[in-house]
């Protein structure tokens, strides 16, 4: 259900011209780690938020909950996923995008943000407190460090670790190991 419902979302969000990266358990699978995940996630620009509450309301669903950079959906038969959209601006919206791969997913070719970027985003997740089970984003951050070799020393992915997790995400990767 899951596989066809984002080859669906993807045709109708091309006909709609919304730009999208899949992020999450599902975009994690993409990225050489495979692990359970009930829900969709995608990540777009702040201008196409009103295209995609169009577009999944065509699809049943409806918006549960809404923050300033974040929708979330849930569809009108139970057990189908939830669908999860976190909105960025232009300039985070160019960063991600140009770094971004291509991979075929199911029936269409879908865009995943790169390792060091999608770190970034769970590193992101893990420090809200909205975040019911911050571990999960942490397991993801130790397996896209490990399987993409990514330097934790290295100057700009440290940048990076401060800037989303803070000082002490930064320690946490460094006494990890990973």
Avoid at 73 to 92: C, E
Avoid at 136 to 155: C, E, G, P, S, Y
Wanted: proline share 3%; no cysteine; glycine share 6%.
């Amino acid at each position: 259900m899951i596989l066809e419902l984002i080859d669906r979302l993807t045709e109708a969000a091309r006909k709609r011209n919304m730009d999208f990266l899949l992020i999450g358990g599902q975009a994690m699978s993409h990225l050489g780690y495979q692990r359970l995940t009930m829900d969709v996630d995608f990540l777009g620009p702040q201008e196409t938020r009103e295209r995609w509450e169009q577009t999944l309301s065509s699809f049943g669903y409806s918006l549960s909950n809404r923050t300033e950079a974040f929708d979330q959906f849930h569809h009108s038969t139970p057990g189908w996923p939830r669908v999860d959209i976190m909105y960025v601006n232009q300039t985070t919206w160019r960063n991600l995008n140009e770094e971004a791969a291509s991979r075929v997913h199911g029936q269409v070719s879908i865009k995943v943000p790169s390792a060091r970027h999608m770190v970034a985003l769970k590193l992101h997740a893990a420090r809200s407190p909205l975040r019911s089970d911050p571990g999960k984003d942490w397991t993801d951050i130790h397996q896209l460090v490990k399987r993409h070799n990514l330097d934790t020393a290295d100057r700009e992915f440290a940048t990076i670790e401060v800037r989303y997790g803070g000082e002490e995400a930064l320690e946490r990767l460094k006494n990890s190991g990973s």
